[in-house]
């Protein structure tokens, strides 16, 4: 069951990163909707399963843009991994930790991808860095700590992760 809903979310993401948020842009700037979505399951069901689906993620989102195929996979899978570590390490996650965790995160992926083009100079680089790079860490950063919000308002998130602990516990195994 668990396998179909990682399948439809990443089917999902495809459609809502090109279709939907290009007319939710702020400034020309959409929300990275992988990026949030890699950290939010690995927050919430621990790091493998953030690693595998962030790389689902990632390499299905670098399908169907322009960017580079392994700086996705990498970064998103990264992701999930990096929140599934720090979700198992913090007994109560608020809106508030994830909002600066993704403004951290995005800012980390936006600076790498920046720096991977390797023909660009210092000055155009810098100019990335602080009108495309920043505000899309910001907005990042919003949405995921507002949908969060929702969730944690709608949810026990924190009884969800600990129900999610112990059955990884008592099975061994994560699917």
Do not use: N
Request: with cysteine; net charge neutral; aromatic share 10%.
């Amino acid at each position: 069951m668990k396998l179909l809903l990682y399948l439809g979310l990443v089917l999902l993401l495809v459609p809502l990163q090109t279709t939907l948020l290009p007319h939710v842009t702020v400034w020309g700037i959409k929300p990275d909707m992988g990026l949030v979505a890699a950290a939010f399951i690995g927050l919430l069901t621990g790091e493998l399963e953030g690693l595998l689906v962030g790389v689902a993620i990632g390499w299905v989102l670098s399908l169907f843009s322009a960017g580079d195929l392994w700086l996705g996979v990498l970064t998103k899978g990264a992701v999930g991994l990096l929140a599934g570590l720090l979700g198992r390490q913090v007994s109560h996650v608020t809106p508030t930790f994830v909002g600066v965790g993704l403004l951290a995160i995005s800012l980390f992926v936006g600076i790498a991808a920046t720096l991977a083009f390797k023909s660009v100079d210092v000055l155009h680089t810098w100019w990335m860095i602080q009108s495309i790079v920043l505000p899309q860490a910001c907005f990042d950063a919003v949405v995921g700590a507002g949908l969060y919000g929702v969730l944690v308002y709608w949810y026990d998130v924190d009884r969800l992760r600990a129900e999610e602990r112990s059955l990884r516990g008592m099975t061994g195994r994560v699917w």
